[in-house]
């Protein structure tokens, strides 16, 4: 049956054949031509896609195989959703090292990706919290990878993309947890510099942090932005677990609802909102961690046509100048999102040898699909980021040429070889062309 | 005791699985009878994990009519009796093949009617003699009528609907409960081949209802309900003019 199961950006429109497994001990399914792992489409561009070719829905390997209480270690199925995880072991008084910005991705997809969380400078990716996993090959062959165990399949499956096979388990190594709330700060701040000065700041004491840029600011004005920290706090507040709201988008508007006015007005508002001075607050770590997941579908505000993710990182020694000549280039484009973000990675490697996390400074913002213009924008950041020794993020990705994918990664040569001869995707056709 | 003891038959069926889970996390414990050995212990481990306080697994092919009695009988023994047992083994038999083929539409009737009728009759017998507990079976709404397209899986389900509504009124002063679910169409791997729309239903959203209709001691539950409507509508068509139509 073939079907469209787009990625979160809704960009490219690929159509694939979907086969579900379900089956962890089966070998995988039959299928004609190339295939592709799919976990649970959070992806933005087409990492997780495999147009004319078949995904391999993974989400049906959602089962647990064991939970060591005593010592936090977590054994399941590759198509376990994060948020299954935190229900489970958060009550247990356990917590995932490492999560992305939504909690609906899998284990398997959180590995392909090696995503990082808000609390990248003090733990890493998510690779560093994994202790191993079962790789399901093609030719019907199964590899055990940890360090010890076939560490070089270890090494390109984090961040591999799903391209060297089908991860049927993981093991995870949790972390111990008090309780499920967060004591965290927000300041509001005034110019780029001021983000670096938070950031360096906070790094030492705080375990999260994270800003919210003003996209559309220039000037003096230009990165003004939000700054938020957190670490678990140690005694829960007397209050009861927020409700998730239930809000949602119901379909897809004609058009993008993001535009120059509402994304000016949005920005605005929502910098003049924010407190002048730190404000402290205790907040459960659902709406902390996730605010994105309390509006479901909110993916389809931009439209038929879709959007675009760009997110890069900037080496620590040019990171405020080519930090400040992209948020120049964005502002001056008009475009941009509601949603620009700003952090500074740590410098704990990761075990991936396609890991996107490297130490400096990452900048995270969606732009509307709007054909030839946002497409030449974000080649034109490209050249900076480029210029600048740094990377862009496959997970967000749609649009990236071969040319920069391989100067961005360099490794990719080496990584080819792990590749599994029947799998591929829209993105690695894409860039190894 | 907190936890209710619990029998799955056909435990490896996405509509059990996702209903087992809502008894894990509420700390029953569970005995699984599955074909498959290597599924039936993954979804115990799982079960485990999330909260069941012990879950035995066990093979049953309910295809060896042979085996049934004994299998029943050390469910009871290990969970020293139950609670709750659910029948939810099932096949989606080609219709096409069964107009051909009459050996393969009675292995297939066999399967989804006869083996359930035989595994409700044993299931019984034990929980009169307990005096307490429920029997829930899923039938399907495949049994309020026949369709050109599956009537050899629809009759077998009609088999079954009627068995066990005789058995409910047999067992009614018995302290025994008798559950017949009907689902509409649920996103399994047996109807994978489908194309699904708006009428189609989760796993997990008929294991709530499922869940529902145990806690209020239902007789009959349409899952999700609305197929009460559909199916009454369709079961009221007279069969001249249903002769003629296409569904
Ligand atoms: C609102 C939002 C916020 C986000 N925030 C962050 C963030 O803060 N940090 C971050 O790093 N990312 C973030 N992301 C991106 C997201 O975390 C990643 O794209 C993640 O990989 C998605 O996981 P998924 O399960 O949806 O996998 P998919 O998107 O379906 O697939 C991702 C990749 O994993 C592979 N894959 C999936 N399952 C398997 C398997 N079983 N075996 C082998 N390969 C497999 C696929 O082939 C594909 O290459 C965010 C995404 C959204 C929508
Ligand atoms: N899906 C629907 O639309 C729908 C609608 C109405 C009613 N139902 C009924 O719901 C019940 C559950 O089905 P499902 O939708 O959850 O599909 P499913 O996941 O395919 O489950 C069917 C189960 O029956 C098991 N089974 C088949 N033959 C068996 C045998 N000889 N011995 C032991 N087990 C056997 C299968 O075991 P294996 O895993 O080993 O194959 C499988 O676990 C069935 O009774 C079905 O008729 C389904």
Wanted: proline letters at 5%.
């Amino acid at each position: 049956m073939a079907s469209m199961m787009p990625s979160w950006g809704r960009y490219p429109p690929a159509r694939q054949h979907v086969l579900r497994v379900h089956d962890r001990f089966a070998p995988l399914p039959h299928f004609e031509g190339h295939a592709l792992p799919r976990g649970n489409g959070r992806s933005y561009g087409d990492v997780c896609l495999d147009d004319g070719g078949t995904l391999l829905d993974a989400r049906g390997l959602d089962r647990f195989i064991e939970f060591e209480a005593n010592n936090g270690v977590l054994r399941c199925e590759a198509g376990v959703l994060l948020s299954e995880i935190l229900e489970l072991c958060v009550p247990r008084g356990w917590f995932l090292p490492v999560v992305p910005g939504t909690r609906f991705v899998t284990v398997g997809g959180a590995i392909a990706n090696d995503v990082h969380g808000k609390n990248h400078h003090r733990v890493g990716s998510f690779g560093c919290c994994l202790r191993a996993f079962e790789l399901l090959r093609s030719d019907d062959t199964r590899k055990i990878c940890s360090r010890e165990e076939n560490p070089d399949w270890f090494a390109a499956t984090i961040g591999g993309l799903g391209l060297t096979g089908l991860i049927t388990w993981a093991e995870l190594q949790l972390q111990p947890l008090r309780n499920a709330w967060f004591d965290t700060e927000t300041v509001r701040y005034d110019t780029l510099e001021d983000f670096f000065a938070l950031s360096d700041e906070s790094a030492e004491a705080w375990d999260y942090t994270v800003a919210w840029v003003d996209c559309t600011a220039r000037g003096k004005a230009l990165g003004r932005g939000v700054f938020s920290r957190g670490n678990h706090a140690y005694i829960a507040p007397h209050a009861r677990e927020p409700h998730e709201g239930r809000l949602k988008i119901p379909f897809t508007p004609p058009f993008s609802l993001v535009n120059g006015a509402s994304l000016r007005a949005f920005n605005a508002l929502h910098f003049r909102r924010a407190p002048r001075t730190v404000r402290r607050a205790t907040q459960h770590y659902r709406p902390w961690l996730f605010p994105l997941d309390g509006i479901r579908n909110w993916n389809r505000m931009y439209g038929p046509r879709g959007f675009l993710q760009y997110q890069c990182v900037l080496p620590p020694h040019v990171a405020r100048d080519a930090t400040r000549e992209l948020l120049e280039r964005i502002a001056a484009s008009g475009t941009g999102s509601f949603l620009a973000v700003l952090k500074q990675f740590g410098t704990i490697a990761s075990p991936g040898l396609l890991s996107f996390p490297r130490p400096g400074t990452t900048l995270a913002l969606d732009f509307a699909n709007r054909g030839r213009g946002t497409f030449e924008l974000l080649d034109k950041l490209d050249e900076t980021v480029a210029a600048a020794g740094g990377a862009v993020y496959p997970a967000k990705d749609a649009r990236l040429t071969g040319v920069r994918f391989r100067q961005y990664f360099p490794a990719w040569r080496q990584f080819s070889e792990f590749i599994d001869p029947a799998f591929s995707s829209g993105f690695w056709r894409r860039v190894v062309q | 005791m907190s936890g209710k003891r619990i029998l799955i038959v056909g435990a490896t069926s996405a509509i059990a699985e996702a209903t087992a889970r809502l008894f894990a996390a509420r700390g029953d414990a569970l005995y699984l009878l599955a074909r498959d050995r290597a599924r039936a212990h993954a979804i115990a481990q799982d079960l485990k994990v999330r909260g069941a306080t012990t879950v035995h697994s066990a093979e049953l092919d309910v295809a060896d009519f042979s085996a049934h009695a004994r299998a029943i009988e050390r469910a009871f023994a290990a969970m020293d009796g139950l609670d709750i047992a659910l029948i939810a083994h099932g096949t989606l038999p080609n219709q096409a093949r069964c107009d051909m083929d009459i050996d393969y539409a009675l292995r297939e009737f066999a399967v989804n009617g006869t083996s359930t009728i035989a595994l409700s009759n044993l299931i019984a017998q034990k929980l009169q003699a307990q005096g307490h507990g429920m029997l829930a079976v899923i039938s399907s709404v495949a049994g309020d009528r026949g369709r050109a397209g599956n009537y050899l899986y629809g009759a077998a389900k009609a088999a079954v609907s009627t068995y066990l509504s005789g058995l409910r009124q047999r067992l009614n002063k018995q302290g025994v409960n008798v559950l017949t679910i009907k689902p509409g169409f649920v996103d399994t791997p047996m109807t994978a081949q489908f194309k699904k729309g708006a009428l189609w239903a989760t796993p997990e959203a008929v294991a709530r209802g499922i869940m529902r209709a145990m806690d209020r001691r239902r007789s009959v539950a349409y899952l999700p309900p609305f197929w009460w409507v559909i199916m009454a509508v369709i079961r009221a068509v007279p069969e001249f003019v249903f002769r003629r139509m296409k569904l």
